[in-house]
Nanobody, 119 residues
């Protein structure tokens, strides 16, 4: 089992930057694919970025070129560097860890961190 704790959210002006961190417990962290999702109240949670256990990355079109996901397995931490922030990036950002065990994906979620971008 994995426990996830997000941090780094806050209030920033449009054009600014924030770095989110997702700290995980457990010795098998490196075997998990880690994703960042975001959710605006009343809307569906959407995938922002994902990094595989091997380090491959993928991004939502809306954040490509502005956000960078990375992982430090020695620290059991995944980061989301967010640059050129826009008001539409305002949301609660959640960290997700997933690993397939016996053909069943097992998901774990953090509690979320609020990001607010003012215009």
């Amino acid at each position: 089992q994995v426990q996830l704790v997000e941090s780094g959210g806050g209030l920033v002006q449009a054009g600014g930057s924030l770095r989110l961190s997702c700290a995980a417990s457990g010795s098998t962290f490196s075997t998990y694919a880690i994703s960042w999702y975001r959710q605006v109240s009343g809307k569906q949670r959407e995938l922002v970025a994902v990094i595989g256990s091997g380090g491959s990355t993928n991004y939502a079109d809306s954040v490509k070129g502005r956000f960078t996901i990375s992982r430090d397995n020695a620290k059991n931490t995944v980061y989301l560097q967010m640059n050129s922030l826009k008001p539409e990036d305002t949301a609660v950002y959640y960290c997700n860890a997933v690993r397939v065990v016996l053909n069943i994906p097992r998901h774990y979620w953090g509690q979320g961190t609020q990001v607010t971008v003012s215009s």
